[in-house]
């Protein structure tokens, strides 16, 4: 069966759709059968794998409120390797929609059931809120991968988040832990990033991931050409880093 894993954090543009996207691509890459879950009704997940979200027919949407299967609405990347759950606008409005439906937090969690077989890991792209669909994805998976700045800011909305796994934990999904911190956008010149990252690495220990992702501007270009990045430039920096993150991620799921 497949492990699933969220990628979330509550603050905005610390490069959430750009972990998912091109660790799905690098696990691929690796021989893993991948499935991208895009839960984020902006869309970006599925555009970055190359899915054009406004020509999609059935996407996650359609699966949360039971108007269709997740085998009828995935996709696969054109140029990742991997399958894609896609999501556009129409999933703006599952917000409301889920609240009167039952099971409501764990409708993501039962549409996977079925096709757990299929796959040997799935990533959840959550939007940067904790809102029923973010809550969705806490209940479907088995850890949560937390991409983050090292920024004093990012500190502090760390420990937000630390507290709702928790209570996810305690209250909805007994599976679910903190399965590691990505560094993310890091710049090795800056003293404050080396002087959190050093409190990362203190305070977390072993749940920081080794691979370091460095700021990259071939990683931000790649979305508008409708590919991850690992696979618009293989000689980058990012792709190294992600890359080797993908590695980690595998012996991390076999020690499970």
């Known amino acids: 069966m497949a492990r699933i894993f969220c990628v979330a954090n509550q603050k905005g543009g610390v490069g959430k759709t750009t972990t998912c996207v091109n660790l799905a691509a690098a696990l691929a890459q690796a021989g893993q059968r991948t499935l991208l879950i895009d839960l984020d009704p902006q869309g970006n997940a599925t555009m970055g794998s190359g899915v054009d979200k406004r020509a999609v027919t059935k996407s996650v949407y359609h699966v949360l409120v039971g108007l269709a299967t997740l085998g ?3 996709v696969a990347s054109p140029s990742g390797g991997y399958d894609v759950l896609p999501a556009n606008r129409d999933l703006a409005g599952a917000e409301v929609e889920l609240v009167g439906l039952e ?6 969690r039962d549409a996977l059931k079925n096709f757990g077989a299929d796959y040997d890991l799935v990533l959840i792209d ?3 809120s904790l809102s029923m669909l973010t809550l969705n994805g806490l209940c479907a998976a088995h850890g949560v991968i937390i991409p983050m700045q090292c920024e004093y800011f990012a500190l502090e909305g760390l420990s937000d988040l630390v507290n709702t796994i928790k209570k996810v934990h305690s209250n909805l999904n007994r599976e679910l832990g903190i399965t590691g911190l990505l560094r993310v956008m890091f710049d ?3 003293t404050l990033q080396q002087q959190v990252s050093a409190q990362l690495e203190s305070h977390f220990g072993d749940k920081v991931f080794r691979a370091i992702v460095p700021r ?3 990683l931000a ?4 050409h409708g590919m991850p990045g690992i696979v618009f430039d293989k000689a980058a920096k990012g792709t190294q880093a992600y890359m080797a993150f993908a590695q980690e991620m595998i012996e991390r799921v076999k020690a499970l």
């Open 216 to 218: 990259n501007v071939r």
């Open 103 to 108: 099971r409501r937090e764990n409708r993501l």
């Open 72 to 74: 009828e609405a995935r």
């Open 188 to 190: 090795a010149r800056m």
């Open 126 to 128: 959550c939007p940067p």
């Open 221 to 224: 270009e790649a979305p508008s």
